[in-house]
């Protein structure tokens, strides 16, 4: 096959490509055909939000018997010449002068007509869904995203470490997690007894992991700055608008730092990679700003241009309870935050991001290093607009004693988790890290209200499609 161009290097220099001939290649959006024997064909190959206007001269042998053929949805390959256009909403065109039809979409049956969709709807064809312009400019952006993530950790020195995706460790300690197994279904319970996983592929109860975490931190203690970015899975019977079984995580953790360098590694992080969106996908951002959510582009700058607001625990709680404002769920000390109060501190009392320190122990998981007045741990929750929790972290309890006192506070087996108590035992340094969803954070950038649109194809309770 001839080289094709993509569409989006022809708009990023259309003085370039003045006069010249091309070969480009996509999914036919709309064909309009005017009494004067010309068809206008809008062609879209998933590199840009724009569509090419490409125009058929049906007077033409070459176009003239393809130009019928030529319905939405059809994957075809064009060669022409760009020009000037002299039609509104565009600067250039394509004067087609051959096509090759790959594969016709019969317009009885193709569900992606010229209309506006539910994103309900849409999660019942994802297989379609990603040509639409929302789901397309959400995959380019978390595209945009996942390189920007990488790029950062790489200059900041982190080394990429590939954490089990199958683990014998729950991190959370929550049990939401799904079980790995090649034993039959259909024989009774194995119990807990482990004599009788004797037959089970890995002769012990496996899960897919909820967290790379604890494994991160074997190799923070060894590389010094380390960070993993994979799928994580929670069996959380959850059915809201954020949560999902499988998503996926970054997860940086440093040696010889505290929860100070924490926070200051996630601020550099999201200013990073805000910053780098709001430069290399403005089209997308606009749509999203013009479709989705208006205050977007505001907020996206707010994050680049403003400091988070750093407050502890206790003092969020105290100005939730001033909040001249009727919370569903009531505060006091030693509840955990909602996503309301979240919302209330981010978007209408502080109008900023917001790093929440200092938890009540018993609120976090056994990991997280309790601080000298022993009722709170060294914790960082960072909250957006709109979306709420973002980052979730800690400084880590590098004391092996009150490590073990943690787990047996949370009920958590020091013996089952003997290598990471261990770790305690031989060259223990303080350190720190934290976990960015990278859902919550495509929600974020384009203010989609459902995590369900940020994923390609999403996991919940009772839906596993595709």
């Given at each position: ?370 601080n000298d007045d022993g009722k709170t741990v060294a914790a960082m929750d960072i909250l957006v607009p709109r979306v709420g929790e973002i980052i979730g972290g800690s400084q880590r309890e590098e004391r092996r004693d009150v490590l073990v006192e ?61």
């Amino acid at each position: 096959m001839d080289r094709a161009i993509a569409i989006v290097e022809i708009f990023k220099d259309e003085s370039a490509f003045q006069g010249t001939e091309v070969i480009v290649r996509g999914w036919v959006r709309t064909r309009r055909d005017s009494k004067a024997g010309v068809s206008f064909v809008e062609l879209n190959d998933g590199s840009c939000l724009k569509n090419l206007q490409v125009v058929l001269d049906r007077n033409r042998p070459e176009t003239a018997t393809m130009a019928e053929r030529l319905t939405t949805g059809s994957a075809v390959q064009i060669r022409g010449t760009i020009t000037p256009s002299p039609g509104k909403g565009q600067s250039i065109e394509l004067l087609a002068q051959d096509i090759v039809l790959f594969g016709w979409a019969d317009p009885a049956r193709y569900p992606l007509q010229k209309k506006r969709h539910s994103f309900e709807f849409l999660r019942t064809i994802a297989h379609l869904r990603p040509r639409t312009n929302t789901l397309g400019a959400v995959a380019r952006i978390r595209n945009r995203l996942s390189y920007a993530i990488h790029t950062f950790f790489q200059k900041e020195g982190f080394f990429y470490i590939h954490t089990p995706i199958i683990t014998t460790s729950d991190c959370e300690g929550a049990g939401d997690v799904f079980r790995v197994t090649t034993l039959d279904p259909t024989k009774p319970s194995l119990g807990s007894s482990e004599s009788a996983y004797q037959e089970d592929f890995f002769q012990k109860p496996t899960f897919l992991t909820v967290s790379g975490q604890l494994q991160a931190e074997i190799y923070a203690l060894a590389l010094g700055k380390v960070y993993t970015f994979g799928p994580t899975f929670r069996a959380e019977n959850s059915n809201t608008s954020r949560h999902l079984a499988e998503f996926w995580m970054i997860e940086p953790e440093m040696a010889f730092a505290d929860l100070n360098d924490d926070l200051a590694l996630a601020q550099r992080l999201l200013h990073y990679v805000v910053s780098d969106l709001l430069e290399t996908a403005a089209d997308d951002l606009q749509f999203f700003a013009r479709f989705v959510e208006p205050s977007l582009l505001d907020s996206l700058k707010t994050v680049v241009q403003e400091p988070f607001e750093v407050i502890t625990y206790t003092e969020a709680v105290e100005i939730l309870k001033r909040a001249d404002v009727s919370f569903a769920f009531p505060v006091e000390w030693g509840a955990d935050l909602q996503s309301e109060h979240e919302r209330y501190l981010t978007e209408k009392k502080l109008q900023r991001p917001v790093a929440i320190i200092d938890f009540p122990r018993d609120l976090k998981p056994f990991y997280m290093r309790v601080n000298d007045d022993g009722k709170t741990v060294a914790a960082m929750d960072i909250l957006v607009p709109r979306v709420g929790e973002i980052i979730g972290g800690s400084q880590r309890e590098e004391r092996r004693d009150v490590l073990v006192e943690q787990m047996h506070r949370k009920g958590i087996s020091p013996e089952a988790y003997a290598w990471y108590v261990e770790l305690r035992e031989f060259g223990s340094a303080p350190h720190c890290g934290f976990g960015l969803g990278l859902e919550r954070l495509v929600q974020f950038v384009t203010g989609l209200g459902n995590i369900r649109e940020v994923i390609p194809f999403p996991r919940t309770p009772g839906h596993a499609d595709f």
